[in-house]
């Protein structure tokens, strides 16, 4: 079993749908979440960094975690056909210990957002 | 654009060939972070520096090795290469190890 699971997808809204994006984890020590955008062979693009459980927003970006649950979620508001990529959560355990800076990836969700 | 540079952005080689791929982390970053990237495994973590230490590996083959230079540059070493090594190549860069991660471009290596 993977220590993150995310759904491949891939997933396909209408321009100004919400979308909603979920990662599931077993290891109880990652303490930090991002969210991540990729667009198709670029590098990952940082959308998201949140520490612990709660929520987090930024413009049409919203983060959720719920640690109790080991899942976490982003939810897209007024997609955009600019948002289509593939969308990567990743986590930390943070300072200490062996893994230290180390990010634990999903398999990632490809979306497409048609006008 | 991250402010992380990579080169060479593609690099074609022969089975068995060594490469070195180079990294340039973010103005004032101090920790440097290697991924691989491939169809079936998705993005897997490499190795980490810290100031020029190594500080965390996950799970790097014997055959990659990888340092930081006092200006704070990295290099992936990849030698005897096989063709299952074609892949994406990601270096990252955070001012600390637990602090966001910015990624650069990658490098794709194609072993034929």
């Known amino acids: 079993q993977k220590e993150v699971e995310q759904d491949p997808g891939p997933l396909s809204v209408p321009e100004g749908a919400i979308v909603s994006l979920n990662c599931t984890y077993s290891n109880s020590a990652f303490q930090y979440f991002m969210w991540y955008r990729q667009y198709s062979r670029k590098g990952p693009e940082l959308l998201m960094y949140t520490y612990s459980s709660g929520n987090k927003e930024d413009g049409r970006f919203t983060a959720q975690v719920d640690k109790s649950s080991k899942y976490i979620s982003l939810f897209i508001r007024d997609s955009q056909p600019s948002d289509s990529a593939t969308y990567l959560c990743?986590?930390?355990?943070?300072?200490?210990?062996?893994?230290?800076?180390?990010?634990?990836f999903g398999q990632g969700t490809i979306l497409t957002v048609h006008p | 654009d991250s402010g992380v540079t990579q080169t060479p952005k593609h690099l074609i080689t022969a089975t068995g060939q060594r490469v070195t791929l180079r990294c340039s982390p973010r103005s004032g970053d101090l920790s440097v972070y290697w991924y691989q990237q491939s169809l079936d495994q998705g993005l897997q973590f490499l190795i980490q520096y810290y100031n020029g230490e190594e500080r965390a590996k996950g799970n790097i083959l014997e055959r990659f090795s990888a340092q930081q230079f006092p200006d704070l540059h990295s290099e992936l070493n990849l030698s005897s290469l096989e063709l299952g090594d074609s892949a994406l190549y990601f270096c990252a860069s955070s001012w600390a190890a637990y602090n966001e991660q910015f990624f650069g471009p990658g490098t794709r290596l194609t072993v034929l």
């Open positions: 990743a986590m930390s355990g943070g300072a200490g210990g062996t893994s230290y800076g180390k990010l634990t």
